[in-house]
């Protein structure tokens, strides 16, 4: 099943001089085994939303559903629902606070009142799939590792939640590129072979291009697009409304066209870009022969 958002409106403060609404009767459903990216400018109300799906912010008005389960509720049905939703938020390094690895990683499913046996599992399971080989990093602390492998480090303990949707508020901040690439990567296999629902809440647009399945502009708290990759990214209007810049690929084959290429300018990733170049100099090439 999937997580709804239903006439969602929050305000921050009410009732103060400080009172600002962050979200305005947004409607959004994420569909089961989805990877769905959230885009927009600071202040869009991007991070607000992603705070609702595991319970951490209710709505002011409107209704949050997990797997059919209202999070404002309470009881041991409201709890599991949370539970499904795991949420790894920006720098979330930041967070990080064992002595070891292992013991980072632990911490979720230990308060979960799982068994020894079963707590270890998950945490070889999680360092196994973000690439840290555990009898190399279960006893390191995680403040001496690379910024990118202290952030596999926290996604791991999400994982290790073992979540049945997992939220990234921009993973790849602050990342440079090579650790930037790997995360992305791990991120798609973990969609692929887990068949994990994701949300990407991110506002570079490569990334975006390169991952998601669906595309949501937001603006003011509200939804300005929900589409798929292929119509958003070439709803120019939309997009300068939401602050956002399309894909350098697309920049790249406009401006290719601009100074006389006749290249097809209708691809956002930079494979298919590439495709298309290749074919427009092959026919150039042909021509002038």
Known sequence: ?????????YTYMRGTAFERTALRDVSLTI????????????????????QHLNGLLHPTRGEVLVDGVNLAGKGQETRLARRKVGMVFQYPEQQLFEETVAADIAFGPKNLELSEDEVNRRVRSAMEFVELDYETYKDVSPFQLSGGQMRRVAIAGVLALEPQYLVLDEPTAGLDPRARE????????LHRKKKITILFVSHNMDDIARMAERVVFMHEGRVLLDAPPAEAFFAKEAMREAGLREPSAATLLSRLRENGLEVEADAFTADEAAKRIAKAVR???GTSC
């Open 1 to 9: 099943m999937p997580i709804e958002l239903k006439n969602v409106s």
């Open 31 to 50: 569909a089961d085994g989805s990877l769905t990216a959230l885009a927009g400018h600071t202040g869009s109300g991007k991070s607000t939303l992603v």
């Open 283 to 285: 026919k150039k090439k």
């Open 182 to 189: 790997e995360l992305l990567r791990r991120v798609a296999e």
